[in-house]
């Protein structure tokens, strides 16, 4: 089997500051994936990535930028922290292309914090 | 606008008794519908999916039944165990990209 590794598991930053979260697979899955989960709304979708140095915007990739330099490492910033989206960001990868029939594994989350 | 959607957003059973999540969806195009599992401080996991094809999907406790006329599908837990306790998402697939329900929050009683 293999692990998703979030980091840090709490990041917290002042207001206005650019924050980066991290995450690696061991599972050797092309496609990766960030995920914001507040409160009461589900999961939404910031950015993807179906393979190395390719990025997907999604729904909420306003303010945010990513990066996948390599196959088992997706990272994601908050280009300007703000205090309205303090929330869990959750990295997810499944394998190949095209998520019918696929699972989406998820990591345990990242909590990022704006004081 | 939101692709998915669920109700209730809680709901609490008696151990032993079924439980029962509603989903729909917007987009005609979504074959794909897995429910992910959630416990507190932990990322989601997969439960049980189902595709477009099928109207009928079984895995122990677990059913999915699916209505693809009415783009309605719900999720049945039989005889509901307090460590099914979590939150339940829906989800509708277009090729690579999840949408995900708000979820529903479980409560098993003893």
């Known amino acids: 089997g293999g692990i998703i590794t979030q980091t840090p598991k709490f990041l917290i930053g002042q207001e206005g500051q650019k924050l980066t979260l991290k995450c690696q697979q061991n599972?050797?899955?092309?496609?990766m994936y960030w995920y914001r989960q507040d409160s009461g709304k589900g999961l939404r979708l910031i950015y993807y990535?179906?393979?190395?140095?390719?990025?997907q915007k999604g729904d909420l990739s306003e303010g945010y930028d990513a990066s996948r330099e390599k196959k088992s490492s997706f990272s994601l910033t908050v280009t300007s922290a703000q205090k309205n989206e303090m929330a869990v960001f959750l990295c997810a990868s499944t394998p190949g292309q095209g998520l019918s029939g696929n699972t989406l594994y998820f990591g345990e989350g990242s909590r990022l914090i704006v004081v | 606008q939101q692709q998915v959607r669920q109700s209730p957003q809680s709901l609490t059973v008696w151990e032993g008794e079924t439980a029962i999540l509603n989903c729909s969806y917007e987009n005609s195009a979504f074959d794909y519908f897995p429910w992910y599992q959630q416990f507190p401080g932990e990322g989601p996991a997969l439960l049980i999916s189902i595709l477009s094809v099928s109207d009928k999907k079984e895995d122990g406790r677990f059913t999915i039944f699916f209505n693809k006329r009415e783009k309605k599908l719900s999720l049945h837990i039989a005889d509901s165990q307090p460590g099914d306790s979590a939150t339940y998402f829906c989800?509708?697939?277009?090729?690579?990209?999840?949408?995900f329900g708000s979820g529903t929050k479980l409560t098993v009683e003893p």
């Open positions: 990535s179906i393979t190395e140095n390719d990025l």
């Open positions: 599972f050797n899955h092309d496609t």
């Open positions: 989800a509708a697939s277009d090729y690579n990209v999840l949408y």
